[in-house]
C-alpha cells in the first residue's frame, strides 16, 4: 500500500515537471519552424556524428578554457548521477534495486562523480559570485541551477545514508561518504530514519521537477540546444557568408528586420548559447568600450523569439500569407551595435556550443542598407566611392598601377592572359601609399623568383569584400560579376592576393557565384618559394619582430603558420609573441568595413597596438595591407612609432634578399 501511494504521488508530482519539460521543448522547436530554411544543415553525418562526440561529450571546445575543465566534471558528473538517480527513484516508488545497485564499483562511481559535481559547483559559485570576471553575470537564474544540482546531490546522500543505516547495511571503503553518513545515523531509531529519508527523498523529487520546469526555460537550454547546434554545424569555410538572391521579383525585404527573417539554425544558436561570456571577453567592440556584446546579440535574439514565437505560430495557424512581428530595430537592436562589429570572428572561435554571431550581424547591416536605406555618411561615402572608382578612397581607377614605378611588371592584357598567375593587387595595396609599398615588395619576390604573373592594373576591380561586409549584397554582386568576366577573359586559373580579405572571398565566396581557382595569400606562395629554393634571404635584419594575425588569415582561413616560417627564415630575426596570438589573435579594428567607419570608446588598434609594444619588439610583422594601416597608427597613438616600426611580413623577406633581387 505505501509503495502504490508512493508511485502515484510520484507520477503526480514529477509527471507535472515532464509535462511542463515537454510542452517547454515542443514550443521552442515550433519557434524554430516559423523562421527560414537553412539547407547547408545537411549531409556529412559522419562529420557531424563525429562533431557531437568530441564536442558535446567529451566537451572539446569546452576545456580549451581552464575554467571549463568544472563544466566537464559537473557534464560527466550529472550523467552519471541521472543513470543512479534510476535507481534512487525506482527504489523509492518500488521497493526494488537495480541488481547492481548494492555492487562496490556502482557506489564507487556514484560517490566519486557526486564529489565531483559538488567541488565544481562551489569553485563556479565561488568565481560567479565572489571573482566575478568580466565574462560571467551574478545571475539569479544561475545561482538558482547550481542550488537545485547541490540540493539533488545532498538529497541522494542523505536519503541513502538514512536507509543504509536502518537497514544496518554500511558500503565501507567503497563509498566513505556515504559510509560516513551512514555512521552518523547509528543509534536512531528506525521510525526517524524512515522520515528522514522519505523527506530526502521528496525534497530530491521536487527539485528536480523544478530542474525539469527550469531547464528549458533557462540559459540551461543549451543543455539540449547545444547538442544540435553541434550537430548541425555549418562546415563549408568558417565566416562564409550567404548569398541572397537578388533577382528574385518576390522578395521585398533583404537583410533580417524581423525575428523570423533568420534561419531557424541563427536562432537555435540561442538555445544553445550557454551564456559563459566566452565570446563577450574576446570580442574587440566589447573590449575597447563599443555598444556591441555578441553575447547579448545571440541572447536579444532567442528573448524575442520566444516572446514572438507564440503570435508567429498563430498567423501561421490562420493561414497568414505573410507573417510580421515586432521590428529588430525597435527595442531590440540599435544601430550603432550592429556597425561596431569587425567580422574578427574571434566570439565565434571563443564559442563552445557553434553558435555563428557574425552571419547575424551581417543579416542586419543588409537590413538597414539594402531595405531602410540607412548607413552614417562615412559608409554611404564608401559605397559612392566604391561605385565611382571601384575603391574605399575614392582615388581614380586610372591610378590603380601607379605603385609599379619601374618594376617590370606585366599585365593581362599586354601578356594576352598568358600568364600563369595573376597577382591581385587589391584596393590597400593599389591605392593606400603604404600599402603600395607592400605590392612592390611582393612583386620584387615575384621577379626574383622568376614567376610567370601579370596584373590586371586598371582593368582590375575592387573584389568587393568591405561592400558586403557593410552589408551591400547588390554592390558585391556587381564586383563578382564584373571580376568574374574579366577572369575568364583571361583565362586566370590562378590566383595570388597580398590582401587576406580578397583572398577570403575569392577562395571561399566566389564560388558561389561559378568561378573557382586556385588562391594562394603571398605568405602561402612564399613559402612555397622558400621551400623550393627559389628564393634565398641571405641579409640579417637584426630585429625582434612580433607578428599580428590577421582575422581574414588566421580564424577565417586558418593560415597562421605561413607567416612566421618566413619570419624565421630570414636572419637576424627574433620571433615574439603578443599575449593574444594565432586563433586568439585580437583584431585590428579594419575588417567588416571598420577601417572607413568613425569609431566610438577606444580605438581597437590603440589596444592592439599597445600589446605588441609590451612584447619589446622593434617591428610589427602584418600580413594585410589593411592591418598595415592600422598597426601603424595604433603606435603613432601611442607616440611609439620610431621605437616600433611596421612592416608586412613579405617586405621584411624582400629585403633580405633584395642584392638578390637587384
Given at each position: 500500500m505505501r509503495f502504490a501511494i508512493q508511485l502515484i504521488l510520484f507520477i503526480l508530482v514529477f509527471g507535472t515537471g515532464v509535462f511542463l519539460f515537454a510542452t517547454a521543448v515542443v514550443d521552442r522547436y515550433k519557434f524554430l519552424r516559423v523562421a527560414q530554411e537553412d539547407n547547408a544543415r545537411t549531409g556529412r553525418h559522419g562529420a557531424r556524428i563525429w562533431s557531437f562526440i568530441t564536442n558535446v561529450l567529451l566537451q572539446k571546445k569546452v576545456i580549451a578554457e581552464p575554467s571549463g575543465i568544472g563544466h566537464l566534471f559537473i557534464f560527466w558528473g550529472f550523467l552519471v548521477l541521472v543513470f543512479g538517480d534510476l535507481d534512487f527513484l525506482v527504489y523509492h516508488v518500488s521497493g526494488w534495486h537495480f541488481p547492481w545497485a548494492g555492487m562496490a564499483w556502482y557506489l564507487f562511481m556514484q560517490e566519486m562523480f557526486s564529489l565531483f559535481v559538488i567541488a565544481a559547483i562551489i569553485v563556479a559559485a565561488f568565481r560567479r559570485y565572489i571573482i566575478r570576471p568580466m565574462r560571467t553575470e551574478p545571475t539569479l537564474e544561475a545561482g538558482l541551477i547550481l542550488g537545485l544540482i547541490t540540493m539533488l546531490v545532498v538529497t541522494y546522500f542523505v536519503a541513502t545514508g538514512a536507509e543504509m543505516a536502518e537497514r544496518g547495511v554500511f558500503p565501507g571503503n567503497a563509498s566513505p561518504v556515504l559510509n560516513g553518513i551512514a555512521h552518523?545515523?547509528?543509534?536512531?531509531?528506525?521510525?526517524?530514519?524512515?522520515?528522514?529519508?522519505?523527506?530526502?527523498?521528496?525534497?530530491?523529487?521536487?527539485?528536480?521537477?523544478?530542474?525539469?520546469?527550469?531547464?528549458?526555460?533557462?540559459?540551461?537550454?543549451?543543455?539540449?540546444?547545444?547538442?544540435?547546434?553541434?550537430?548541425?554545424r555549418r562546415y563549408d569555410a568558417p565566416g562564409k557568408l550567404r548569398k541572397l538572391d537578388l533577382e528574385d521579383e518576390q522578395v521585398e525585404e533583404f537583410g533580417v528586420g524581423q525575428i523570423h527573417q533568420f534561419t531557424w539554425k541563427q536562432l537555435l544558436d540561442g538555445y544553445a548559447c550557454t551564456e559563459c561570456g566566452r565570446c563577450h571577453i574576446n570580442c574587440p567592440a566589447t573590449l575597447s568600450g563599443k555598444p556591441l556584446s555578441p553575447r547579448n546579440v545571440i541572447l536579444k535574439m532567442k528573448d524575442t523569439i520566444t516572446a514572438e514565437g507564440p503570435g508567429l505560430l498563430a498567423q501561421m495557424a490562420a493561414g497568414a500569407e505573410t507573417l510580421s512581428s515586432q521590428p529588430l530595430f525597435e527595442g531590440v537592436f540599435t544601430e550603432e551595435e550592429v556597425w561596431a562589429c569587425t567580422t574578427c570572428r574571434a566570439c565565434e572561435e571563443a564559442c563552445p556550443v557553434a553558435n555563428e554571431h557574425v552571419q547575424d550581424i551581417i543579416d542586419l547591416r543588409r537590413y538597414l542598407v539594402l531595405t531602410e536605406g540607412k548607413a552614417s555618411p562615412e559608409v554611404n561615402k564608401v559605397f559612392q566611392n566604391l561605385e565611382r572608382q571601384s575603391n574605399e578612397w575614392g582615388i581614380s581607377r586610372r591610378d590603380r598601377a601607379k605603385w609599379v614605378g619601374e618594376l617590370p611588371v606585366k599585365t593581362m592584357a599586354e601578356v594576352d592572359g598568358q600568364a600563369e598567375y595573376l597577382f591581385f593587387v587589391g584596393t590597400a595595396a593599389s591605392f593606400d601609399q603604404r600599402g603600395q609599398k607592400i605590392a612592390q615588395a611582393f612583386a620584387k619576390i615575384l621577379l626574383a623568383a622568376g614567376v610567370d604573373f601579370a596584373i590586371l592594373a586598371e582593368e582590375e576591380e575592387s573584389d568587393g569584400d568591405s561592400a558586403r561586409?557593410?552589408?551591400?549584397?547588390?554592390?558585391?554582386?556587381?564586383?563578382?560579376?564584373?571580376?568574374?568576366?574579366?577572369?575568364?577573359?583571361?583565362?586566370?586559373?590562378?590566383?595570388?592576393?597580398?590582401?587576406?580579405?580578397?583572398?577570403?572571398?575569392?577562395?571561399?565566396?566566389?564560388?558561389?557565384?561559378?568561378?573557382?581557382?586556385?588562391?594562394?595569400?603571398?605568405?602561402?606562395?612564399?613559402?612555397?618559394?622558400?621551400?623550393?629554393?627559389?628564393?634565398?634571404?641571405?641579409?640579417?635584419?637584426?630585429?625582434?619582430?612580433?607578428?599580428?594575425?590577421?582575422?581574414?588569415?588566421?580564424?577565417?582561413?586558418?593560415?597562421?603558420?605561413?607567416?612566421?616560417?618566413?619570419?624565421?627564415?630570414?636572419?637576424?630575426?627574433?620571433?615574439?609573441?603578443?599575449?593574444?596570438?594565432?586563433?586568439?589573435?585580437?583584431?585590428?579594428?579594419?575588417?567588416?568595413?571598420?577601417?572607413f567607419k568613425e569609431e566610438t570608446g577606444t580605438r581597437i588598434n590603440v589596444l592592439r597596438a599597445e600589446q605588441a609594444i609590451r612584447?619589446?619588439?622593434?617591428?610589427?610583422?602584418?600580413?594585410?595591407?589593411?592591418?598595415?594601416?592600422?598597426?601603424?597608427?595604433?603606435?603613432?597613438?601611442?607616440?611609439?612609432e620610431e621605437e616600433i616600426q611596421t612592416y608586412d611580413v613579405v617586405e621584411l623577406l624582400a629585403m633580405s634578399i633584395a642584392p638578390a633581387a637587384e
Open positions: 552518523g545515523f547509528q543509534g536512531t531509531s528506525a521510525g526517524v530514519l524512515t522520515i528522514v529519508a522519505e523527506i530526502a527523498f521528496w525534497v530530491h523529487v521536487l527539485c528536480l521537477t523544478a530542474f525539469l520546469y527550469v531547464i528549458p526555460r533557462s540559459k540551461h537550454s543549451h543543455m539540449m540546444g547545444a547538442m544540435a547546434n553541434w550537430y548541425f561586409r557593410l552589408g551591400n549584397e547588390f554592390l558585391y554582386q556587381e564586383f563578382v560579376e564584373r571580376n568574374i568576366e574579366t577572369f575568364r577573359q583571361y583565362g586566370v586559373k590562378k590566383i595570388i592576393t597580398t590582401d587576406p580579405h580578397a583572398y577570403n572571398t575569392f577562395k571561399n565566396e566566389y564560388p558561389d557565384f561559378g568561378f573557382e581557382a586556385e588562391v594562394y595569400h603571398a605568405t602561402e606562395f612564399a613559402v612555397q618559394l622558400l621551400q623550393q629554393g627559389r628564393l634565398q634571404p641571405t641579409v640579417a635584419l637584426n630585429q625582434t619582430v612580433t607578428y599580428h594575425d590577421s582575422c581574414y588569415l588566421g580564424r577565417y582561413n586558418g593560415i597562421y603558420d605561413a607567416p612566421r616560417l618566413i619570419l624565421q627564415a630570414i636572419p637576424g630575426v627574433k620571433l615574439v609573441e603578443m599575449e593574444r596570438h594565432h586563433n586568439k589573435s585580437m583584431c585590428c579594428g579594419a575588417g567588416g568595413g571598420g577601417m612584447t619589446g619588439a622593434t617591428v610589427i610583422g602584418t600580413a594585410c595591407p589593411y592591418c598595415m594601416t592600422m598597426m601603424n597608427d595604433g603606435t603613432k597613438a601611442h607616440g611609439k
